[in-house]
DNA sequence: TACAAATTTTGTAATTACAAATGAAAATAG
DNA sequence: CTATTTTCATTTGTAATTACAAAATTTGTA
């Protein structure tokens, strides 16, 4: 369905224009199938991107400032989002001792449980959306969002 | 910059994976932008697309159910957002006649005042970052954004 | 009438936004 | 070398927004 179809608006509407509600209103889609994934697991995405950072690190620590920095939504707040994950028991929190003034964060062995059993959801979640797109299609997508957003 | 590099991820990440995440940090960057220049003007994005909605309407009144399925984020609290633009005296609000369930919200002079005031910053924003690609690129982007979304 | 459907509002808990505050380390001045 | 200032890293306060479900109101219908 065509942009314009979904905004129901009657006039043109230029090109420009029309991109950055395409990309607006393809991001909420995509989020809020997301987001029904996670529902069922009590998480919210942002909780679950924190999760995926941790993890990435391969038992590495991570302080606020590098999950903040790794995040896709910059703006959220970093210590209440690991507030929540470690009520869950999901994260380890401990000052670092080298620099006290740093936090260092770890995901637990039941958070790598948890994100083992989201795996295969996410996954068939993200492959349905390209289902439509040829690998080439998927890169050049990739390629024009990059382009797009370098200002 | 590529997505991996934001995200700063070591190990390969699927395609459709980096699709996933390259439209939802596409939308930021671009939201973003979009916010830094309504704060000034005292309005959210969503305000800012409801305004847009009732301009669409052209004088014709739109009620909640219509405004909320045009809206782009369908999960805003469409009346809590009509409360705060009345209160800026950029709407107007009342009972329509015919269907007394119904609200029949109208766009003052003042809410155009606004959005004229808005469109010139709206649109350079909205062709800064379509400026590394052609129209043809553009145009193909929207294809593979629509094609992406259908599932 | 009584019941179901449509439309909007409200309650309230959770989340986000943004600025200010806190605490620790590093840099600088006397 | 100690006191002071600046910078760094994180937390907290609080107001605004969002999420989600329940409630309220009006209309249509058996």
Do not use: W
């Not at 369905?1 to 230029?14: D, Q």
């Not at 590495?60 to 970093?78: D, L, Y």
């Not at 059993?117 to 959306?129: N, S, T, Y």
């Amino acid at each position: 369905m065509k942009i314009e179809e979904i905004i129901k608006s009657n006039s043109p509407i230029s090109i420009e224009k029309r991109t950055v509600l395409n990309i607006m209103f393809t991001q909420n889609v995509v989020a809020e199938a997301f987001n029904e994934i996670l529902k069922s697991f009590d998480l919210s995405v942002e909780q679950f991107n924190v999760l995926r950072i941790l993890r990435g690190q391969k038992g590495k620590p991570a302080n606020m400032c590098v999950i903040q920095e790794r995040m896709i939504a910059k703006t959220s707040n970093t210590t209440r989002l690991v507030d929540k994950l470690l009520l869950k028991g999901l994260v380890n929190r401990e000052v670092c001792e080298q620099n006290r003034r740093k936090m260092e964060i770890t995901i637990t062995e039941k958070g790598l449980n948890l994100l083992a059993e989201l795996d295969p959801k996410i996954e068939a979640h993200e492959k349905l959306f390209g289902y439509n797109l040829t690998p080439e299609e998927l890169e050049n997508l990739n390629n024009l969002l990059e382009k797009y957003r370098t200002i």
